[in-house]
C-alpha cells in the first residue's frame, strides 16, 4: 500500500515563503515521478509541478521562477519551496505519486496566502 503524506502548509502573507515537505512509502518510490497538485476553492485540480526520478521538472507558468521542487529519493521524500506567494496561490496543495496502479494522493495541506 503507497501512502503519501505532505506537510507544512499554513499562512502566510503576500510575498513570504513556504516550504511543503511530502514523504512516501516505499523506497521503490524513487524510481518514479511525483508532483504538486492544488485545488483552489471553487476550481479544478492543477498541477503546480511534476518532477521525475531523475530530477527532471516540468513546471505551472503560473508559478515558474517561484517555486522549486526537490526530491531526496534516499528518504523518499519530496519538497516545494514557495517562494514570493501570492493571494492566488492560496489552495489545498497535494503532493502525488506515479507508482504503478496509481496516481497515489496525499491528504493536502493548506495554503493560504492573505494580508
Do not use: H
Request: net charge positive; glycine share 12%.
Amino acid at each position: 500500500q503507497v501512502q503519501v503524506v505532505e506537510s507544512g502548509g499554513g499562512s502566510v502573507q503576500p510575498g513570504g515563503s513556504l516550504r511543503l515537505s511530502c514523504a512516501a512509502s516505499g523506497s521503490i518510490l524513487r524510481f518514479y515521478a511525483m508532483g504538486w497538485y492544488r485545488q483552489a476553492p471553487g476550481k479544478q485540480r492543477e498541477r503546480v509541478v511534476r518532477i521525475t526520478s531523475l530530477g527532471s521538472t516540468n513546471y505551472a507558468d503560473s508559478v515558474k521562477g517561484r517555486f522549486t521542487i526537490s526530491r531526496d529519493n534516499a528518504k523518499n521524500t519530496v519538497s516545494l519551496q514557495m517562494n514570493s506567494l501570492k493571494p492566488e496561490d492560496t489552495a489545498v496543495y497535494y503532493c502525488v505519486s506515479e507508482f504503478p496502479g496509481g496516481p497515489y494522493w496525499g491528504q493536502g495541506t493548506q495554503v493560504t496566502v492573505s494580508s
